[in-house]
């Protein structure tokens, strides 16, 4: 469902696929650009995004040494709607350059995007 968001929402000025043997679940990449790196996601799903129990993921992620925190590699985390078979409308998007420092937050609203605003944000 997230590569339809992408495809669906930028009318094919991204290329995005799945590479293999690698810790990223998704990298995008706008056609033509080859200045500009690509975007990489690493993608969560779960029912673990709310107070708490995201908290307590965050803070697990970043104790972990299996992410290779780099520019332009973000977490994402999302939850999938199965009666709606769609991702929510809002969801987490984390630098992972920044996943250490918010090993011991609470609030996470600042990373909080709506998927309307998704194409947006991989413009920029």
């Known amino acids: ?25 998704l990298i995008i990449k706008k056609r033509a650009d080859y200045k500009k790196k690509a975007v990489s996601l690493k993608i969560y799903g779960g029912e673990f995004f709310s107070g708490q129990d995201f908290a307590e993921k965050i803070h697990q992620l970043s104790v972990q040494r299996d992410l290779n925190p780099e520019k332009n590699f973000y977490l994402m985390f999302v939850h999938f709607n199965i009666v709606k078979q769609d991702i929510d ?36």
């Not at 590569?3 to 799945?18: C, H, P, Y």
């Not at 809002?90 to 909080?112: M, Y």
């Open 89 to 124: 409308d809002k969801f987490w998007i984390i630098p992972s350059l920044d996943l250490q420092k918010l090993a011991d937050r609470d609030d996470f609203s600042g990373f909080l995007i709506n998927k309307k605003d998704f194409i947006n944000f991989l413009i920029e």
């Open 1 to 25: 469902k997230i590569i339809n968001l992408i495809a669906l929402g930028t009318s094919g000025r991204f290329v995005v696929f799945k590479p293999e043997n690698s810790d990223k679940d």
